[in-house]
């Protein structure tokens, strides 16, 4: 069974940073595809970012490209999100998700996720 939590979150002032983790385990994480996801109140949940070590493609979402970075640890099965330069809209729980891959396809929104984990910015 897939098993992913997240940790990290808190409390920080704008222009802070925080590193959240995603812990993974239940499946070969050597071949993984994992995304970052976040959820303010009263908004839909949207893509941060993505990381997949078969080819190690990482995309952003333009919102934090150039502040947001994400990364692997193969050693420890854990994916990271380092977050600078925060901002007040920032703020939202984060969602580490392993989507369902099947032959070459990826379907997102299906598959696995965390609890999430709590940031919030001061401004």
């Known amino acids: 069974e897939v098993q992913l939590v997240e940790s990290g979150g808190g409390l920080v002032q704008a222009g802070g940073s925080l590193r959240l983790s995603c812990a993974a385990s239940?499946?070969?994480?050597?071949?993984?595809?994992i995304g970052w996801f976040r959820q303010a109140p009263g908004k839909e949940r949207e893509g941060v970012g993505c990381i997949s070590s078969s080819d190690g493609s990482i995309y952003y979402a333009d919102s934090v490209k150039g502040r947001f970075t994400i990364y692997s640890d193969n050693a420890k099965n854990t994916v990271y999100l380092q977050m600078n330069s925060l901002k007040f809209e920032d703020t939202a729980v984060y969602y580490c998700h392993k989507p369902t891959t099947r032959g070459s396809g990826t379907y997102w929104g299906t598959g696995s996720w965390g609890q999430g984990t709590q940031v919030t910015v001061s401004p």
């Open positions: 239940g499946f070969t994480f050597d071949d993984h595809t």
